[in-house]
C-alpha cells in the first residue's frame, strides 16, 4: 500500500522559533492534510490541500503540496508552547467520498519556554 | 461545527470479555466512518470504513469477527471488540466524514482500551 515517509521524526525548539517539517511519498496523492495529536486526544485538521503547487496558511501555519504531488510540507512560524504535540500528514489517493487517508509517522513537537 | 465525539473516553476490561465504542458525528450527518487504532508513539492505522446502512469493510489483517463494526445512522457507529485479549489494548479513535465533503475526516477523542 501508499506509504508515507514524515520527518523529521521529533525536533527540539526554543520559542519563538519557525518550524518545518516535510512529507514525502513514492506515489501520487490527490489531496493532502495536515493534523495535530495532543497526548490522549484525537487528531485535529490543520491544514487541507487540494491543489498541486497550492500554498495555503491558517494563522501561523502555512503548508504547500508540492508540484509533483508526491510531497508536502508544513511551517510553523513563531513557535509557542501550545504548539507541542505531534504533527501528522496524511495524503488521499482518490477524489471520492470513499477515499481512505494514509498517514505519516508523525513528528513529534517540542517547544521550550 | 463538525465535532465527533467517542463514548466512553477510557475503559477497562478483563480478557474475554467484549466492549463496545460509540462513536458520534454531533453536528453534522456522515455517511462514511472510520475506525482506526494507534499504539504508542506511532501513527495511526485504519481498522475498517464504516457506510450507514451497509457492511463495513476491513483493513487487511483486521479480523472481521473479532472487530464488529455496526453503521446504524448518518450519526452513529459502533465498534465492538469481541472476546478481548491484552494485545487488544490500544487508542481506538473513529473519524467521521461530512455528507458534503469528499476527502476531510473529522476526528473524535479517542477511546483507551485496556485488557486486564
Known amino acids: 500500500g501508499q506509504q508515507l515517509n514524515q520527518s523529521p521524526q521529533s525536533m527540539f525548539i526554543q520559542e519563538g522559533e519557525d518550524v518545518s517539517m516535510n512529507c514525502t511519498s513514492s506515489?501520487?496523492?490527490?489531496?493532502w492534510l495536515w493534523y495535530k495529536q495532543d497526548p490522549g486526544e484525537g487528531p485535529v485538521l490543520l491544514i487541507a490541500?487540494?491543489?498541486?503547487?497550492e500554498l495555503t496558511s491558517n494563522g501561523r501555519l502555512t503548508a504547500q503540496f508540492g508540484i509533483t504531488r508526491k510531497d508536502s510540507f508544513l511551517n510553523i512560524s513563531a513557535s509557542i508552547p501550545s504548539d507541542v504535540g505531534i504533527y501528522f500528514c496524511?495524503?488521499?489517493?482518490?477524489?471520492?467520498?470513499?477515499?481512505?487517508?494514509?498517514f505519516g509517522e508523525g513528528t513529534q513537537l517540542t517547544v521550550n519556554p | 461545527g463538525a465535532v465527533v465525539s467517542q463514548h466512553p473516553s477510557w475503559v477497562i476490561c478483563k480478557s474475554g470479555t467484549s466492549v463496545k465504542i460509540e462513536c458520534r458525528s454531533l453536528?453534522?450527518?456522515?455517511?462514511?466512518m472510520f475506525w482506526y487504532r494507534q499504539f504508542p508513539k506511532q501513527s495511526l492505522m485504519l481498522m475498517a470504513t464504516?457506510?450507514?446502512?451497509?457492511?463495513?469493510?476491513?483493513e487487511q489483517g483486521v479480523e472481521k469477527d473479532k472487530f464488529l463494526i455496526n453503521h446504524a445512522s448518518l450519526t452513529l457507529s459502533t465498534l465492538t471488540v469481541t472476546s478481548a485479549h491484552p494485545e487488544d489494548s490500544s487508542f481506538y479513535i473513529c473519524?467521521?466524514?461530512?455528507?458534503?465533503?469528499?476527502?476531510?475526516?473529522?476526528f473524535g477523542p479517542g477511546t483507551r482500551l485496556t485488557v486486564t
Open positions: 473519524s467521521a466524514r461530512d455528507l458534503g465533503e469528499v476527502i476531510e475526516q473529522y
Open positions: 506515489s501520487i496523492f490527490n489531496t
Open positions: 490541500l487540494y491543489k498541486a503547487g
Open positions: 496524511a495524503g488521499a489517493e482518490g477524489e471520492t467520498s470513499g477515499s481512505r487517508l494514509t
Open positions: 453536528d453534522f450527518q456522515a455517511t462514511t
Open positions: 464504516s457506510n450507514e446502512g451497509s457492511k463495513a469493510t476491513y
